[in-house]
């Protein structure tokens, strides 16, 4: 799920090609992007347990089931992305040395593994709920088909689309633990939709001429840094709302998530100013893996005490 993808993986992926087998396949199964959903996948879920007055023992098994199933359903999509984006990697540095470039790993064995994690994934997942299991199968098919498959290759949109896929995991934790999904579950799927588009439209900014060369339009690539720059500002300001429809989480969150994105405007309306494309994009692009990581942190710690 691609929509917090790259914000741990990108930079790795500019080193040398991998030397192991065990290098190969973390890097076929973006486990920087594994790993940093873990976080919004293990906050929907302990939000759930908080806001429904769960026991957190007894949830304890169940939770498990959902970090593990939905992170081996990630992993197995984001094998497929890989097998699909073969032909265009070479173009671009950060992935020019995955291991479907390189030739270190068949095409044929990228498949099958992608297929096998995604049904072992969903092995797990169906131990939890159907819910869980309708939302963990909407994100898959949503990043491999219609991000990897459609848009990626043919529309400026392509990242709004990607970021449907990107904000399901905080759902499939919460419908794992309460199908009946809450108001704030919902905020928590918002939050990660809006996020996604002025992250990976900075990240674009700064890789725009490897996308060219790829042959992907992203919007920087189509109709420049100026629209991209507005994009950005406008994707950061719809987040300001947000924190007041989650009264649910205390008074201390929304001055802390007010705080936080009220700091991503000024950034962005200082970096606007100073009409540095490339400064712009780096510190946008910084601020937000920040952001998010710091927002759904405060959720699980301003919730312990309920």
């Known amino acids: 799920m691609e929509q917090l993808a790259n914000n741990v993986s990108n ?70 992305n890989n097998y699909i984006d073969r032909d265009i990697d070479p173009y671009m ?4 040395n995955r291991p479907t470039v390189t030739g270190n790993i068949k095409p044929s064995i990228t498949i099958s593994l992608g297929i096998f994690l995604l049904i072992l994934g969903f092995t797990f997942m169906a131990f939890t709920t159907l819910m869980a299991v309708v ?23 392509n990242t709004v689309v990607g970021s449907i896929s990107g904000a399901a995991p905080p759902l499939i934790g919460w419908a794992a633990m309460d199908a009946n999904l809450h108001f704030i579950a919902w905020m928590l799927f918002l ?11 900075a990240l674009a900014m700064r890789r725009s ?22 994009q950005v500002m406008i994707w950061v300001l719809c987040l300001l709302p947000l924190p ?11 001055i802390f998530a007010t705080i936080l994105n009220i700091g991503w405007v000024i950034l962005g309306i200082y970096c606007y100013k ?33």
């Open 11 to 80: 930079d790795s992926e500019m080193d040398h090609p991998s030397t192991s087998l065990r290098k190969d396949l973390l890097s076929l199964m973006k486990i920087g992007i594994v790993k940093s959903n873990i976080l919004t996948t293990f906050t929907g879920i302990w939000l759930a347990i908080q806001l429904n007055g769960l026991d957190i023992l007894d949830s304890l098994p169940k939770a498990i089931l959902t970090i593990i199933g939905s992170s081996l359903i990630i992993a197995g999509s984001c094998v497929i």
């Open 93 to 96: 540095e950060r992935t020019k």
């Open 135 to 157: 939302y963990a199968f909407i994100g898959a098919f949503t990043y491999i088909v219609l991000y990897t498959l459609w848009t990626k290759r043919n529309y400026t949109l």
């Open 191 to 201: 939050i990660m939709f809006i996020w996604q588009p002025p992250h990976f439209l």
């Open 209 to 230: 001429e490897e996308y060219r060369r790829a042959g992907i339009p992203m919007l920087p690539v189509v109709y420049g840094f100026e629209m991209t720059k507005r």
């Open 244 to 254: 007041f429809y989650m009264q649910a989480l205390g008074l201390p969150f929304i």
């Open 274 to 306: 100073q009409k540095d494309d490339q400064k712009f994009a780096k510190l946008m692009f910084i601020y937000s893996i920040n952001y998010l990581t710091l927002l759904f942190m405060s959720m699980i710690v301003f919730t312990i005490s309920f």
